[in-house]
């Protein structure tokens, strides 16, 4: 997924020189064009570029949120306190301000594993674990265990990354079509355009495919019943059908959670 470059605003760049004055023999005052310098163009050209700068983000835009109630999922109630996956929370993630496991919990969470805390008894100190409990339906099956999507040891060896590459593509296969850039869309307003793959990393990667879970997760899943869930499944199975869309790799109710 493409990384962060901020940008400054068109009207805060240093202008181009375009024409010169000069004066003929007669006294008479024209206008020359000059080239622009290679400096200038490159200078424009960098500009033009849209992203965020690696720790940082262009400043907020006149955008307002997006209107959450025309999703398929209900609003989050105000009334419940701050959002747990707000746009603020998705922004910390692709920012990198949440830790790497702080993230797996909030997916874990979302998908519906139970975080229970067991006691050894040889040792009396307890342990952390999450039990699928509510897992979606399909996920359950292929995860009854929380995997890790996002790489917590940062170490990329195929025996030790492989299973954490695999978990966060089916994470982020699942997310429908029409939620693929959902993200970037919602988070432009906070100043986030999305990642450059300049200085692009596996972290940022996939902190950002679990943050575009995550916003799916929001608007399409949370707090609906999980048979009202099947019923849209079965609708959206039969438009893929009608559309010959069956086999496309990603988006489609074939590799859902539910």
């Avoid at 493409?2 to 005052?29: D, E, H, N």
């Avoid at 089916?170 to 959902?182: C, F, N, P, Y």
């Avoid at 996939?206 to 609906?224: D, H, I, K, P, T």
Wanted: hydrophobic share 35%; net charge neutral; glycine share 8%.
């Amino acid at each position: 997924m493409p990384c962060l470059a901020a940008v400054a605003p068109r009207a805060l760049r240093p202008a181009l020189p375009a024409c010169t004055l000069r004066k003929s023999k007669s006294g008479a005052v024209s206008r020359t064009r000059v080239p622009p310098s290679r400096t200038c163009v490159r200078a424009e050209a960098e500009a033009d570029k849209v992203g965020t700068v690696v720790g940082g983000v262009a400043g907020p835009t006149d955008e307002g949120p997006i209107d959450e109630s025309t999703f398929g999922a209900p609003p989050w109630d105000p009334a419940d306190g701050e959002d747990p996956i707000g746009d603020e929370v998705l922004l910390k993630i692709v920012l990198s301000q949440i830790d790497d496991q702080e993230v797996n919990d909030l997916v874990w969470t979302a998908l519906g594993y139970t975080k229970e805390i067991e006691l050894d008894m040889e040792t009396l100190t307890g342990a952390e674990v999450w039990k699928p409990t509510n897992v979606f339906p399909k996920w359950a099956a292929a995860y009854p265990e929380a995997p890790d999507v996002i790489g917590v040891t940062r170490k990329y060896w195929p025996e030790i990354d492989g299973p954490v590459k695999a978990a966060c593509a089916a994470l982020t296969r699942s997310v429908a079509d029409e939620h693929k850039q959902g993200l970037k869309r919602t988070l432009r307003r906070l100043g986030w355009k999305g990642y450059r793959m300049d200085g692009l990393t596996p972290n940022m990667t996939r902190r950002a495919q679990a943050a575009n879970w995550l916003l799916y997760y929001r608007r399409e899943l949370r707090g609906v019943p999980i048979e009202e869930l099947k019923r849209r499944r079965e609708e959206r199975r039969m438009r893929e059908e009608a559309e010959a869309r069956t086999d496309a790799p990603t988006g489609t109710t074939k590799q859902g959670v539910v």
